[in-house]
């Protein structure tokens, strides 16, 4: 079906792609003014590892590339998102640092981090609006779909009975969405075809829920050693292998009547990581995980042989190895 | 006992076996039927309802909410007289601030007094009375046959309204449905009621704890009674283990006694009523029954407050004006009904494990919003406490407007409306409620409606294509508004702050559907939607650091800027108009927020919800505006008559127009409270 002939025409530089972008936001964060770019500025010169805009990279080398600038503006758009979300994650999850330093809300109170994360969210959406009415389209819809996953994310606090395809549905909301936007808007600036487009949207999707899980699942296997993932169980949001155990767990009420407990600084987080366990949780959880990383390895046949596909399947086998 | 119009049946509607065949036969002669049955004798219709010879009516109170009172108010011939005015609510929950829901519009009422006058109204306008027992239904190719227990002659009629309560006849079986709630509730007559010292009612709220999403929760209301010593306490739980409802009273007084302690210790005089609520409502059960289904037989009642009156009224109101529009098909007036029903309740009160959930952080929002006196969370705790019904959206707008310029307007903004409550209302039902919480429904200052008066006094007609767009900047308007003002730190608890959570999470909801219904207006609106959104925040940070000539009017000026401009924008308008327009639109936001200060300044409820203390603390009020001093009325007042005489002198640029008419009424709308 495809052209191999056609692929990877442009190669990126990743590193120096990365650069470009972080010079287009602070470019587009400078308008913010005094009182509100200093504001986001800690989460741009602090990037974390740019999946997201690599991916923009990486997608749009497999079509017609013809316009580097544009794919910067679609790598900043989605690097924006990410940002904003981080800065309203932070005041939601209650986390007073990020990447190393004290989160936007400690340092420059609630209001101001909440509508640096507007602003971004606007500043990414002028980005979106001038790249095209396609762009624009896949940004919109994605910014939906991330607000609702927000919502259905916190909806489910302290539901101890929600199952794991249930949780799945609340991650390809909250994450999965920025996965996708980042494939399409790579295909839309490179120029793929709709059947490359199509695939491509497919394969960030089951990126994105692969990703989270596997996160989560990190929170469980590195509890103790520093990642608060003891938190999230503090706010009553449950990841995959908790949610995982808590099914195997059927009548065996002792991993819910932990999770439940109101005083749950004097519950012992290892004591939660050995139910997990018994219950198979991280082993459950890792399993759904492979499951979408095939699946997103399946959507990648349809995408045409090169450089750029060898990437993308290089990133799979990345997260899969991840924590392993 | 027959219909004063009763007699002359025409003979196509003889059932085979010669019976008359009625337009509608109402089971039930509660709130809902009489409603329903009262409408639809008003509308012409031959109308029966089946009630059994009347039970005297229990010696309690109840409460009319301000939407009861406007459906009642909507019913013919009804004479009312209640003997309390509640002009305010006072919100109790355990460690929490007492909030006062201001401008409640709600009265207290005699059971007793209620139920005979909207029976007698019935029977004024003409409805056919069998007091007698339904014991079975039939369906039949013309229609329903209702047996009863005494008459021996079944009755017949096209369409068939149940209104039998919870559990009466037609309702499908509790166990036959997904009843994820258990809500019980109990009333009774107290005395020992400290004389009250205003026109103020107290609600109190126990939550669930916020690690139990289906643990019991408890809300009790203290119903003013006729004379000064006497209340009526109501009590509904959820999730209550036990059947012993003396004991649920006692726990509700015991409440009242530890959050209220003001109205003194009271001792239960009259009889004990009491029983199940069923908030059950669903889509499904509504279509699924045979004829429609309304008020409590629906499932219609307020899962946190158990509230079911102003749904009854309602929910009889629709079924009513399905039926007449579908006077010979029955199908079709129950699929109208469905429809509409499920519009104005769906998500808020239907029963699921999603709903469960839904619940919980609705209480946990009760709770933790408590903390604060944010517009968005006063906004959301009325959505969920005295929600206005969906059914007011379709009222005129800016009141008054002259009916040519509503005859223009109104379609337009209904659609949006379904636009926007279509939008968010499964995912967030209490925000398409609050979406339509104005100060009362003919006042509601639609950003949309400054969006096609702007639009029109530039030479573009809208037609609902248009109201995606509407719909989307209504959202914007409302996902905006969370972000101005901060919450209070709540992080001592276990689990999620629930009053930052809203803001955020719902502001983000709202303004992430907003982007999306606008972006379908094409990357062009997309932009200014974004450019305007970026500069509102950047304005707001300004504002908040203190920038000096940065006031607090310019941030209102910035959001009502916008829907002008989107209008101009749809219009093609020259620069010169675009300028114009947004001047206007200026003007609106400016006058907008010195209302708002000096309905603040007098204790009443302002637009935003919120109070004069809020206001001034999150430097959202003017400068120099400080709390507890009612003399400071002049300077709002200026500023509102010079805002007006600057969009007036706007206006005066356009040329003469139907839009221009309806810029100059939005302008005064806005600026109307003033003058009282």
């Not at chain 2, 469905?338 to 309740?345: M, P």
């Not at chain 2, 009222?395 to 407007?401: C, F, G, H, I, N």
């Not at chain 2, 909801?509 to 982007?515: E, P």
């Amino acid at each position: 079906m495809t052209d191999t002939a056609a692929a990877g025409t442009a190669e990126f530089d990743l590193a120096a792609f990365a650069e470009l972008v972080s010079e287009r936001i602070r470019l587009l964060t400078r308008a913010l003014g005094s009182e509100l770019e200093p504001v986001v500025s800690g989460l741009v010169d602090r990037p974390g590892k740019r999946l997201r805009s690599r991916l923009v990279a990486i997608c749009a080398s497999l079509g017609k590339l013809s316009d580097l600038a544009g794919v910067v503006r679609a790598g900043a758009v989605v690097e924006l998102l990410q940002i904003a979300s981080l800065l309203h994650d932070d005041v939601v999850d209650q986390a007073d640092t990020r990447r190393f330093a004290p989160a936007a809300h400690v340092s420059h109170g609630v209001e101001s981090a909440l509508l640096g994360g507007v602003a971004c969210f606007a500043l990414a959406g002028t980005e979106a609006a001038e790249l095209g009415s396609t762009a624009n389209a896949v940004t919109a819809r994605a910014v939906a779909d991330l607000s609702r996953g927000e919502m259905l994310d916190v909806e489910r606090a302290f539901d101890v009975k929600l199952s794991s395809e249930d949780y799945l549905a609340v991650v390809e909301g909250k994450t999965a969405p920025l996965f996708r936007l980042s494939c399409q808007l790579g295909a839309v600036q490179g120029r793929c075809d709709q059947e490359v487009s199509r695939a491509l949207a497919a394969f960030g999707g089951d990126l994105g829920v692969a990703f989270q899980v596997l996160d989560d699942c990190l929170d469980i296997e590195h509890a103790g050693t520093g990642k608060p993932g003891g938190r999230d169980l503090a706010l009553g949001l449950f990841g995959a292998p908790i949610l995982c155990a808590l099914q195997a767990a059927g009548t065996d009420r002792e991993l819910a009547g932990l999770l439940l407990s109101p005083d749950f600084d004097g519950v012992d987080m290892r004591q939660v990581c050995e139910l997990v366990e018994r219950y198979d949780g991280v082993v459950t959880a890792r399993a759904l995980a492979e499951a979408r990383l095939d699946r997103s390895l399946d959507a990648l046949t349809a995408v045409p042989a090169g450089p750029g596909r060898e990437r993308l399947a290089q990133l799979v086998d990345g997260l899969r190895g991840t924590g392993a | 006992m027959s219909s004063a119009r009763g007699g002359g049946v025409p003979a196509d509607v003889m059932s085979r076996s010669g019976a008359p065949v009625l337009d509608v036969a109402v089971i039930g002669g509660g709130a809902a039927g009489c409603a329903a049955a009262i409408r639809l004798a008003a509308g012409g219709a031959d109308v029966a309802l089946v009630q059994d010879a009347v039970a005297s009516q229990p010696a309690i109170d109840l409460l009319i909410t301000s939407v009861a009172v406007q459906a009642l108010r909507e019913l013919p011939a009804l004479q009312l007289a209640a003997h309390h005015e509640i002009e305010s609510i006072r919100l109790r929950l355990p460690g929490r601030p007492v909030r006062t829901l201001a401008d409640a519009g709600a009265y207290a009422i005699r059971s007793a007094v209620l139920y005979d006058a909207l029976f007698f109204a019935a029977m004024s306008a003409g409805v056919r009375l069998r007091a007698d027992n339904a014991i079975s239904i039939d369906r039949a190719e013309w229609g329903f046959e209702i047996r009863t227990q005494v008459r021996r002659s079944p009755l017949r009629a096209r369409h068939l309204i149940v209104a039998s309560g919870g559990r009466g006849i037609g309702v499908p079986k509790m166990a036959a449905r997904d009843t994820t709630r258990r809500t019980t509730a109990v009333a009774a007559e107290c005395a020992g009621a400290a004389p009250a010292e205003d026109t103020g009612m107290e609600m109190v709220f126990i939550p669930p704890a916020a690690t139990a999403l289906d643990g019991p929760a408890l809300s009790v209301w203290a119903v003013p009674g006729p004379t000064d010593d006497r209340v009526t306490v109501r009590v509904a739980a959820t999730n209550y283990d036990g059947e012993d409802h003396a004991d649920l009273l006692e726990r509700g007084l015991d409440a009242l006694q530890a959050q209220a302690p003001g109205l003194g210790p009271l001792d239960r005089r009259g009889p004990l009523v009491a029983g199940p609520l069923d908030s059950g409502y669903s889509r499904e059960r509504v279509a699924a029954a045979d004829g429609l289904l309304i008020g409590d037989a629906a499932g219609l009642v307020n899962a946190f407050t158990g509230e079911g009156l102003s749904y009854a009224l309602e929910s009889g109101t629709i079924a009513a004006d399905a039926v007449l529009a579908y006077r010979d098909e029955p199908d079709a007036a129950q699929r109208a009904y469905v429809r509409r029903v499920d519009f104005v309740f769906a998500g808020s009160l239907e029963a699921s494990r999603r709903a469960v959930r839904r619940d919980h952080l609705a209480w946990r929002y009760l709770s933790d919003a408590a903390e604060s006196e944010h517009p968005f969370l006063a906004k959301g705790r009325r959505a969920i406490l005295l929600p206005e019904g969906l059914e007011g959206i379709t009222r005129p707008l800016v009141a008054p407007l002259d009916p040519q310029l509503q005859a223009l307007a109104g379609p337009f903004l209904v659609a949006c409306d379904e636009v926007m409550i279509s939008t968010i209302r499964e995912d967030w039902p209490f925000l398409a409620r609050m979406a339509v919480t104005g100060v009362s429904a003919d006042e509601r200052l639609r950003p949309a409606l400054l969006m096609l008066a702007s639009a029109l006094a530039a030479g573009r007609e809208l037609d609902v294509r248009h109201a995606v767009l509407g719909g989307g900047l209504e959202l914007a308007m409302m996902g905006a508004l969370a972000f101005l003002g901060a919450a209070p730190d709540l992080r001592r608890q276990r689990g999620l702050d629930w009053s930052q959570v809203s803001i955020v999470v719902g502001g983000d909801f709202l303004l992430g559907q907003a982007a999306r219904l606008i972006a379908r207006s094409g990357p062009a609106v997309s932009l200014s939607f974004a450019q305007w959104l970026a500069d509102l925040t950047i304005l707001r940070a300004q504002r908040l650091a203190g920038c000096p000539d940065v006031t607090a009017a310019a941030t209102t000026a910035a959001l009502y800027e916008f829907p002008a401009l989107l209008g101009a924008e749809l219009a093609e308008a020259d620069d010169a108009t675009v300028e114009t327009l947004r001047d206007i639109g200026a003007e609106c936001g400016r006058a907008f927020l010195h209302v708002d200060e000096l309905l603040a300044l007098s204790g009443r409820r302002t637009r935003l919800d919120t109070t004069l203390e809020f206001l001034v603390e999150n430097r959202l009020a003017s400068d120099g505006l400080a709390t507890g001093d009612a003399a400071q009325a002049a300077a709002p007042r200026a500023e509102i008559a010079a805002a007006e005489r600057r969009g007036r002198a706007a206006t005066a640029r356009l040329p003469q127009s139907a839009g221009r008419e309806l810029l100059e009424a939005f302008l005064r709308g806005i600026c109307r409270p003033a003058e009282d």
